[in-house]
């Protein structure tokens, strides 16, 4: 970051996450320590090896969807409209006019939402009925309906948010997996850096809790097998720990300019000072136990913050409940943070509300940028058995008040992505 | 301040396996666009693809990587190899600095389609242990990123036909943010029966069943596309690091890029052009370039008479002024249309004709539309370029254009 670079701070948080509608339901959920994770109900999960997930239920019509958007429209799309719409109506900013300090130039707007699988639920549903249950490789046309090409790409849900907030800056769906969510708003706040937008709605959304997200994820094992015990099923850093519970979900930001934020005196959650991504180039499934691609993330991040590692507070952990993971998040965190990794706090939140694969990474975001402004810090919950490789303070089961000036929230995923974001409290910041 | 320097291709196209072998075929006026093979299309009324001759994945993948992967990420690996061949580039000590940047289409549809089959037939148990890895939309980053060792930061963005470019776009914001060398582009195959059927239901895709009929992008029959498979991949150095390396060849500069969204719809585009037109303006200015500067434009030619008639109408608000019509061309139109392939493919033909001083004509274009202020190149056409401009479209609303400039500096 070199110096007079435009700044970018979050001023709208919109999400709907598993157990709750809306972001203030999602905190009170969070910081009560409460999970969602049930046995699915989305379908018969009985010849499933893992029938455990963190399931969002809600009503969109009754959110706000008109008939026809709920129609065309996969889950993913949807539940990243009415987190959008509630960033939107949080960030007091009035889009698509223009003209006025809080109405930016619809030219100056831009969008850019993650997501890992897109619409994959609307794909096998649509593919259950042209293909009569998987009877007829040559797929019947006549039993399919429309909106299968918006389907078969993601990128509808970049163009639905563009044409809800007429954003006519650039527009893109990112898709790097379980880090989309966080790259999608670190790309957000680059749009934002780099002048080619002063307003950005990032986030991401994912709807993965359907029969082939679920199967692809038994055969590697990487989901849990505590059938008997859903609601303690997600056990991240705890040695009992067997594997994640798949969820589903979807946060919004609304990404400004901090000038723009500053003229029109906006309320500001927290600054995004720094982001960035490596690949691990080992495995699209495996970690090594070292973490040093993410820890070199994670250094990166805090460098382009000029925020040594010593003031972070607050480490909000991808934090997925595998056995490799948790430990190799472990490791990138004390090798990053060296000393200063005894001292931090450090929660997952897939404890609660599982891991919604892409979204989970703007979700996590949300919950580190209230945790900033509330000074509170979500715990990890069902943690009861310490790892001796997991040898940090996991925030057990008990939210903990902290004021946290700076926090970093991390992410990592098949493929190898390895990303890291910063989020600073906007006085630490902004004198 | 100098651009990103474009120093290798890696091309996969129905035109060819190859940068040489594309440019021949499209010099040669060879279509590359004939009747699907490999399943009975009858049920889909489309009949018709540009499919990659003689791309025998064995030669490019090795066993084990092809049995975790689809089509498109082989694809994706013979073109990512091909051009760091082209670029003689070494990955250097630092494993940090090269990127992965690719766009993204529809992810891997044949094997994806598979696996959903059996599950559907057999059961959970039938699914293998490579669906999670294979399908993804990041699968062919994550793979390339892996096969060659290459730990920078990587990333996938899907905007349908516009992602080739939109790739190019976000490597500038990589290299601006210290790591000196990207790959970018991408590929694509969704020639099997419920990708076909997905793309199908867009209502834009021609019926006809010869390929003279079928794509005809700026011809008064045009009566919409022809899919294709393949695609493109680049590889895009930050100009001190290239000649650091002693990078013998330059195939251009990116000298500008714009994107913006229309954001009229959730399908129809905006009627009016407007922000296609400033995606252009926008890619000029941060180039520098005047529209007189420009010597071509590769044009997104979506193909159906609605979408061709909008592309004109914002080169002609873009270059209307000139004193002379400017230079326009489709390649896709010999290949079909590759979706995020095709973006990156463009790029790379567009700098093949720069080389060459050759623009490339448009297929089957028989019977011109009114095109005021565009001369549509209907044969190969001896032209000096300096100064390339290629746009590109993207289901729904997404308009994206970069600025190509002949490389003049030293290495």
């Given at each position: 970051m070199t110096a007079g670079q435009r700044r970018v701070v979050v001023t709208g948080i919109g999400v709907l996450a598993p157990g709750s509608i809306g972001r203030e339901g999602f905190w009170d959920m969070i910081t009560a320590g409460r999970t969602a994770t049930r046995r699915i109900s989305f379908f018969d999960p009985s010849r499933f090896r893992s029938q455990v997930a963190a399931e969002v239920h809600f009503d969109p019509r009754a959110l706000g969807l008109t008939a026809n958007e709920v129609f065309r429209n996969d889950r993913f799309v949807q539940m990243a409209m009415i987190a959008a719409d509630e960033a939107v109506a949080d960030s007091g900013l009035t889009f698509g006019a223009g003209g006025a300090l809080d109405a930016p130039d619809p030219d100056r707007v831009g969008v850019t939402l993650g997501t890992a699988v897109g619409a994959t639920m609307r794909l096998e549903n649509e593919y259950v009925q042209v293909s009569d249950s998987g009877t007829h490789w040559l797929v019947d046309p006549r039993y399919a309906?429309?909106?299968?090409?918006?389907?078969?790409?993601?990128?509808?849900?970049?163009?639905?948010?563009?044409?809800?907030?007429?954003?006519?800056?650039?527009?893109?769906?990112?898709?790097?997996?379980?880090?989309s969510g966080i790259d999608a708003v670190g790309y957000g706040s680059q749009l934002i850096e780099d002048g080619d937008a002063d307003v950005v709605i990032a986030g991401a959304s994912d709807a993965p809790i359907s029969p082939i997200s679920m199967a692809c994820f038994d055969t590697i094992r990487a989901t849990t097998a505590n059938n008997a015990d859903p609601e303690h099923a997600s056990k991240p850093f705890d040695a009992r720990r067997d594997g994640f519970v798949m969820g589903e979900g979807a946060a919004v930001l609304v990404l400004e300019e901090l000038e723009h934020a500053r003229r029109r005196d906006a309320d500001i959650y927290c600054e995004v000072s720094g982001y960035a991504n490596r690949?691990?180039?080992?495995?699209?499934?495996?970690?090594?136990?070292?973490?040093?691609?993410?820890?070199?993330?994670?250094?990166?991040?805090?460098?382009?913050?000029?925020?040594?590692?010593?003031?972070?507070?607050?480490?909000?952990?991808?934090?997925?409940?595998?056995?490799?993971?948790?430990?190799?998040?472990?490791?990138?965190?004390?090798?990053?943070?060296?000393?200063?990794?005894r001292r931090v706090t450090m929660s997952s939140i897939k404890s609660m509300i599982g891991h919604s694969l892409g979204a989970i990474g703007s979700i996590e975001i949300a919950a580190t940028a209230l945790a900033v402004q509330r000074g509170l810090v979500p715990p990890t919950a069902n943690y009861e058995v310490p790892d001796p490789e997991c040898d940090l303070d996991y925030?057990?089961?008990?939210?903990?008040?902290?004021?946290?000036?700076?926090?970093?929230?991390?992410?990592?995923?098949?493929?190898?992505?390895?990303?890291a974001i910063v989020l600073a409290h906007p006085e630490r910041r902004m004198p | 301040m100098s651009g990103l320097l474009v120093t290798g291709l890696g091309v996969v196209a129905p035109t060819g396996v190859g940068a040489e072998?594309?440019?021949a075929a499209l010099l040669?006026?060879?279509?590359?666009?004939?009747?699907?093979?490999?399943?009975?299309?009858?049920?889909?009324?489309?009949?018709?693809?540009g499919q990659i001759p003689g791309f025998d994945p064995a030669e490019h993948v090795a066993p084990q990587l092809m049995v975790q992967t689809d089509r498109w990420t082989w694809t994706s690996l013979a073109a990512a190899t091909l051009a760091a061949q082209?670029?003689?580039?070494?990955?250097?000590?630092?494993?940090?600095?090269?990127?992965?940047?690719?766009?993204?289409?529809?992810?891997?549809?044949?094997?994806s389609q598979h696996e959903i089959q059996g599950l559907w037939a057999k059961g959970p148990k039938s699914v293998g242990a490579y669906q999670s890895i294979a399908w993804f939309y990041a699968a062919s980053t994550g793979q390339i990123s892996i096969r060659d060792g290459y730990k920078g930061p990587s990333g996938v963005v899907v905007t349908e036909g516009a992602g080739g470019l939109d790739s190019i776009g976000w490597a500038r914001r990589v290299t601006r943010r210290g790591t000196p060398?990207?790959?970018?582009?991408?590929?694509?195959?969704?020639?099997?029966?419920?990708?076909?059927?997905?793309?199908?239901?867009?209502?834009?895709?021609?019926?006809?069943?010869?390929?003279?009929?079928?794509?005809?992008?700026?011809?008064?029959?045009?009566?919409?596309?022809?899919?294709?498979?393949?695609?493109?991949?680049?590889?895009?150095?930050?100009?001190?690091?290239?000649?650091?390396?002693?990078?013998?060849?330059?195939?251009?500069?990116?000298?500008?890029?714009?994107?913006?969204?229309?954001?009229?719809?959730?399908?129809?585009?905006?009627?009016?052009?407007?922000?296609?037109?400033?995606?252009?303006?926008?890619?000029?200015?941060?180039?520098?370039?005047?529209?007189?500067?420009?010597?071509?434009?590769?044009?997104?030619?979506?193909?159906?008479?609605?979408?061709?008639?909008?592309?004109?109408?914002?080169?002609?608000?873009?270059?209307?002024?000139?004193?002379?019509?400017?230079?326009?061309?489709?390649?896709?139109?010999?290949?079909?249309?590759?979706?995020?392939?095709?973006?990156?493919?463009n790029v790379a033909t567009a700098l093949l004709a720069m080389r060459d001083g050759i623009v490339p004509g448009i297929a089957h274009l028989d019977d011109p539309?009114?095109?005021?202020?565009?001369?549509?190149?209907?044969?190969?056409?001896?032209?000096?370029?300096?100064?390339v401009v290629v746009v590109a479209r993207g289901f729904g609303g997404f308009n994206s254009s970069i600025v190509l400039r002949r490389h003049t500096g030293e290495m």
């Open positions: 309906t429309g909106f299968l090409h918006q389907a078969l790409v993601p990128s509808c849900g970049a163009t639905e948010l563009a044409v809800r907030f007429a954003a006519h800056g650039p527009a893109s769906v990112v898709s790097t997996g379980c880090t690949c691990n180039a080992f495995h699209m499934t495996g970690l090594r136990p070292d973490g040093i691609e993410m820890a070199e993330a994670i250094r990166l991040a805090l460098e382009q913050s000029r925020v040594d590692p010593d003031e972070v507070g607050y480490v909000n952990a991808h934090g997925s409940g595998t056995k490799q993971n948790d430990r190799h998040e472990t490791a990138a965190v004390k090798r990053s943070l060296g000393d200063t990794a925030v057990p089961n008990v939210a903990r008040e902290q004021k946290v000036d700076v926090a970093i929230s991390v992410g990592s995923g098949f493929g190898g992505f390895q990303s | 072998a594309h440019w040669a006026e060879q279509p590359a666009i004939g009747p699907i093979e490999g399943f009975d299309t009858s049920p889909y009324g489309v009949s018709l693809a082209d670029a003689a580039y070494e990955p250097p000590e630092d494993a940090y600095a090269t990127s992965v940047f690719l766009a993204s289409g529809s992810g891997g549809n044949e094997f060398a990207v790959l970018v582009g991408g590929t694509e195959a969704g020639i099997c029966p419920y990708a076909l059927l997905c793309q199908a239901t867009s209502g834009r895709l021609s019926t006809a069943t010869r390929p003279e009929d079928a794509y005809k992008p700026f011809d008064r029959r045009a009566n919409g596309h022809v899919i294709g498979e393949g695609g493109a991949i680049l590889l895009v150095e930050e100009p001190s690091a290239a000649r650091a390396r002693g990078a013998s060849k330059v195939w251009g500069e990116v000298a500008g890029y714009g994107a913006t969204h229309d954001a009229h719809h959730h399908e129809d585009p905006a009627p009016d052009a407007t922000q296609y037109a400033r995606a252009i303006r926008l890619s000029l200015a941060d180039a520098g370039v005047a529209p007189e500067d420009v010597d071509l434009v590769v044009a997104d030619a979506a193909g159906t008479p609605e979408l061709d008639a909008l592309e004109l109408q914002a080169l002609a608000a873009v270059f209307g002024g000139r004193a002379t019509p400017v230079p326009v061309t489709a390649p896709s139109s010999w290949t079909g249309r590759l979706m995020a392939g095709g973006s990156a493919l539309v009114d095109a005021p202020g565009v001369d549509l190149v209907r044969h190969p056409r001896v032209q000096d370029l300096s100064t």
